[in-house]
């Protein structure tokens, strides 16, 4: 996928047809560092910490208390049973507003962030427990293929 300039700003993942052509693709700059890891290690690395997540917005009281600089967050609403996080102390019901002094405000945002570096590394996860603010240490495992 090109665009007026003839620049690549995306890689054409899915084409639907009969939808008048309705294309699906990912961004360019995750092409270009996708095929940058393929070519170095022939494999894409991801850290996995056994949650499954939704992007939720923050008590504004909560933002205020504690001068969050995000509105947005990572509501834990699976642990998976002896996963990283479940040693770490992170419940259901969490809410995750940074690794590594990072904010997370989505899903997104935390997937990015746990890159193959923090493969066995301990990373500082911080939480929103109800009204508690809590940081825990979770060691991310190498995410199975």
């Not at 002094?101 to 066995?120: F, I, M, N, Y």
Request: glycine fraction near 10%; charge should be positive; include cysteine.
């Amino acid at each position: 996928m090109v665009n007026s300039r003839g620049e690549v700003i995306g890689v054409n993942t899915a084409i639907i047809r009969p939808a008048q052509g309705i294309c699906f693709a990912i961004a360019s700059n995750l092409a270009h560092w996708v095929a940058g890891w393929l070519i170095k290690d022939g494999r894409i690395r991801r850290s996995f910490i056994g949650v499954a997540g939704q992007t939720v917005p923050l008590l504004r009281t909560l933002v205020r208390h504690y001068r969050l600089a995000i509105e947005f967050g990572v509501l834990v609403t699976q642990l998976e049973d002896s996963s990283p996080a479940a040693r770490g102390g992170l419940r259901n019901g969490d809410i995750i507003i940074a690794c590594d002094e990072k904010p997370t405000p989505s899903v997104h945002a935390l997937h990015k962030l746990l890159t193959a570096d923090r493969v066995g590394e301990s990373t500082g996860l911080t939480v929103l427990r109800g009204v508690e603010h809590l940081h825990l240490a979770v060691i991310p495992h190498e995410m199975p293929a």
